[in-house]
């Protein structure tokens, strides 16, 4: 007899549904200002309008743009009234960068761009999960951008249910425009002695915001890295000890035997493949236990969308204890455990016990006035 297919709102084999995997407007940013028509022209648009409803005007858009030293990051020929404020080139900044080097990468227009991303991105989740509700669909929803950026995460930890994150050790990489094809090259660097701030922990620890369920939906260490099975037990361990939800391994494979071990595909690599069992078991059984202490990385509103590097040494913290970035809008009340100030600004205040102040030689707020 016939069998009726299910709906895939119906189908428990569903078990997550995510919007997107590494896209959005932030992990996209080199593309703003280069759109093709008419997609620029209503980026733009969309753009002079978040800041004329912020700002009202053209004047008074330029003195919140003018910082302390004199200096304008808005130019004599742009306008809100006629809308032609360009959109920011949104490069992530390091932390001594020239504050003024160029109109449309000026920090005070950076930080209103990754506000601007912030916002419509939000928008854009809310609609999508209102819609897939009403289809009927129940499971956990995400959206996978850029694990590095935290406006990038808030825009999906306000919105949607979970936070996907993904890593890869020693993740093929190729010459400029010759991407996926050979030669691929590789470090081939041992994941057990990387202690930096890029290794596994720390790397999930700054996807994380609190109070928002976590899982690294797409993980991997790569062949032809002769350390790879080091890496699954690795990512096992940490992620117990981080107390992650759910870990993805990416992925069993799909090419048809006898084809050779590839990047990703575990299926035909006895280094990998063999650990899974009871790697998945120890996960499921939670063998390593949740680590007792935790540290927030603490994080006011200008700290969160002052647009520079937000990786720093901090973050290796994760490699002995649980490790979360906590978002607030001015002032904190902290609780249990270590709160840390991110160091980003001189913006923020944080009350209770266990707190740390911590410096990376600016205070400066969005609009690079001093503090």
């Not at 504050?99 to 609609?127: H, I």
């Not at 915001?209 to 939906?217: D, E, S």
Request: charged letters at 20%; hydrophobic letters at 35%.
């Amino acid at each position: 007899a016939a069998v009726a297919a299910l709906a895939s709102a119906d189908d428990p084999a569903v078990a997550l549904v995510e919007l997107c995997d590494e896209n959005g407007l932030l992990i996209r940013r080199s593309q703003w200002r280069k759109l093709v028509s008419p997609y620029q022209g209503q980026l733009a648009a969309r753009w002079n309008d978040f800041l004329r409803q912020r700002h009202g005007n053209t004047e008074t858009l330029r003195t919140h743009w003018t910082n302390f030293r004199g200096e304008q990051a808005l130019r004599p020929d742009e306008s809100l009234e006629r809308g032609t404020v360009e959109l920011p080139a949104m490069e992530l900044g390091e932390l001594n960068d020239s504050p003024y080097a160029a109109s449309v990468r000026s920090p005070v227009r950076k930080n209103e761009g990754a506000l601007f991303a912030w916002e419509v991105q939000r928008q854009y989740f809310r609609e999508m999960k209102r819609h897939l509700r009403g289809l009927g669909v129940s499971v956990p929803l995400t959206a996978v951008v850029s694990n590095h950026q935290i406006p990038d995460l808030k825009s999906v930890a306000d919105e949607l249910d979970f936070i996907g994150s993904n890593y890869y050790q020693d993740h093929p990489s190729w010459p400029a425009g010759k991407d996926w094809t050979l030669p691929a090259y590789f470090r081939g660097e041992n994941p057990l002695t990387n202690e930096d701030e890029f290794g596994f922990a720390p790397w999930v620890a700054l996807s994380r915001l609190a109070g928002k369920p976590l899982v690294v939906r797409e993980w991997g260490y790569c062949w032809p890295n002769r350390y790879r099975s080091a890496g699954i037990v690795e990512a096992t361990a940490y992620g117990l000890l981080q107390d992650l939800d759910a870990l993805l391994l990416f992925t069993y494979g799909t090419e048809p035997s006898p084809n050779p071990v590839g990047y990703f595909d575990v299926h035909a690599d006895p280094a990998r493949w063999s650990l899974v069992g009871a790697c998945a078991t120890t996960f499921l059984r939670q063998d390593v236990s949740a680590a007792r202490h935790s540290a927030d990385l603490c994080y006011s509103h200008v700290d969160t969308f002052y647009y520079f590097r937000y990786h720093n040494p901090l973050y290796r913290l994760a490699w002995v204890t649980r490790t979360q970035n906590r978002l607030y809008d001015d002032e904190l009340t902290t609780g249990s455990g270590l709160s840390i100030a991110s160091g980003r600004s001189g913006a923020g205040r944080l009350h209770g016990s266990g707190r740390l102040l911590y410096a990376t030689g600016r205070s400066l707020d969005l609009a690079d006035s001093a503090r």
